[in-house]
């Protein structure tokens, strides 16, 4: 990557930090914040080259776990598993589609929420958390398919990037 490329990529992390954690959740209720920090990993995992880009899909998910409060690691290997999976796939297609970019934070987002929901229902005692956790899915999947959706309608999102 080139030190234009890193500069950037910071520079949005931490924008998308900072929307994330402290002007959201004082503007929008919990199940219709977007999961910013998801989005751009799944962004980084259709675009960049492995080598370069697993390490940042990691540390994201650490991020997100800092941030969170939840237990520390569980996104973060939500993330790097997503990261792998998706690379080989992308692989195989065309990965600059804003279609298949919908698709796979749709899907992520479902497999974060399955992670998440398995290790706190081993972890923790109370039953409603499992509940309430539910009752939040479709309307955060709902809303992180439409913010990747505005993120793909953006002049050149279909343009090809570097591949180092």
Not at 38 to 59: F, K, N, Q, T
Not at 105 to 115: E, H, I, Q, R, S
Not at 136 to 142: E, Q, S, T
């Amino acid at each position: 990557m080139s030190r234009r490329t890193v500069i950037l990529l910071l520079c949005i992390i931490l924008a998308a930090t900072v929307i994330q954690v402290a002007l959201l959740p004082v503007f929008v209720r919990a199940p219709f914040k977007p999961d910013l920090l998801l989005i751009i990993m799944v962004y980084i995992s259709l675009r960049g080259s492995y080598e370069a880009r697993a390490p940042i899909a990691w540390l994201l998910g650490i991020l997100k776990d800092v941030c969170s409060g939840l237990f520390v690691g569980l996104n973060a290997s939500t993330f790097l598993i997503s990261f792998v999976i998706i690379k080989s796939v992308s692989d195989r297609l065309y990965a600059d589609s804003a279609i298949l970019f919908v698709l796979a934070v749709t899907g992520v987002t479902l497999a974060t929420f399955t992670m998440n929901l398995l290790m706190v229902v081993m972890f923790t005692n109370s039953p409603d958390i499992a509940f309430s956790m539910i009752y939040d899915l479709f309307p955060h999947i709902l809303v992180n398919a439409f913010v990747a959706s505005l993120i793909a309608s953006f002049p050149g999102f279909e343009d090809q990037v570097e591949a180092t």
